[in-house]
């Protein structure tokens, strides 16, 4: 059934010519966000999940898994990770070993994995984003045109987010990317702030304060608050389900199947949409 793929390099789109489907292993497979891949990729028209890496697994997953990704000698066009952070390191090694794109969307990197991910680009396609989602990636353009109205007219801002009581790392990789697009449209100027406790004095003017809330099952919520005098302007964006990252982590996917080496992200993939 699969043939030889063609792709578009430049829109990002392959051809089917036929048959083809972008072949896709899914790493962390048998976590929430694994199975929720895992279930749009079943009714997937273009895409397919071949294979599955993850520690833990019962077989109840109609495609093999292996549970070292060492282990895993599927041919493949392209790797989706939502796994851990620990995990990522042998992962990025094997992409690289087989020369295969890879969609990295676990977050809480170390900065010497961080690393790891620019050297891995040098030789592979990577696309890595804090959050698959087309609202947060549009929200982070609209937030560059809103810093740099409101913050030099004197407007504070602050990021809360908020997320299920199971996430084990703070402030969310979104809420950084939400903090970096206006510190890099001011400057990066801006210091963060994640604890006001330990300090008693009036807020400083270059600073984004960064809070983090932890509950129940919250998909996720993001605000951004632009605080100035006698008026507030919010920007928020709400998940209501994991499925918004699947189905962007899936169309990701399929846009880095046959892309060269080099560096990625959601704005690309929507680019290329558009």
Not at 89 to 96: K, N, Q, W
């Amino acid at each position: 059934m699969i043939t030889d793929p063609t792709f578009n390099q430049q829109g990002g789109v392959f051809e089917t010519g036929g048959s083809y489907m972008i072949r896709i292993i899914m790493h962390g497979c048998n976590g929430k966000m694994g199975q929720v891949i895992s279930s749009l990729l079943a009714e997937d028209k273009e895409a397919q999940l071949i294979a599955g890496v993850d520690v833990f697994d019962d077989g109840h997953n109609p495609y093999p898994v292996y549970k070292e990704i060492q282990e895993c000698d599927v041919e493949a066009d392209c790797l989706i990770d939502f796994s851990s952070a620990p995990a990522v390191d042998a992962m990025l090694d094997y992409c690289v070993e087989r020369n295969l794109p890879c969609v990295l969307c676990t977050t809480g990197l170390e900065e010497v994995q961080l690393q790891k991910v620019e050297k891995a680009a040098e030789k592979i396609a990577v696309l890595r984003s804090a959050n698959m989602s087309l609202g947060i990636n549009m929200l982070l353009k609209l937030l560059k045109s809103a810093a740099g109205i409101l913050a030099p007219a004197g407007f504070d801002m602050e990021i809360v987010e908020k997320h299920h009581r199971l996430k084990v790392d703070a402030p969310s990789g979104t809420a950084l990317a939400l903090a970096d697009s206006i510190n890099e449209e001011l400057g990066n100027q801006y210091t963060y702030v994640y604890d006001r406790s330990v300090r008693r004095e009036k807020r400083p003017e270059k600073e984004i304060g960064i809070s983090a809330v932890r509950g129940g099952t919250i998909v996720g919520d993001h605000d951004v608050i632009f605080a100035g005098a006698d008026e507030v302007i919010t920007f928020s964006h709400t998940a209501y389900s994991k499925a918004v990252f699947a189905k962007g982590a899936i169309q990701a996917a399929k846009y880095l199947a046959g892309k060269p080496a080099g560096k990625y992200d959601m704005s690309d993939v929507i680019d290329a949409a558009g």
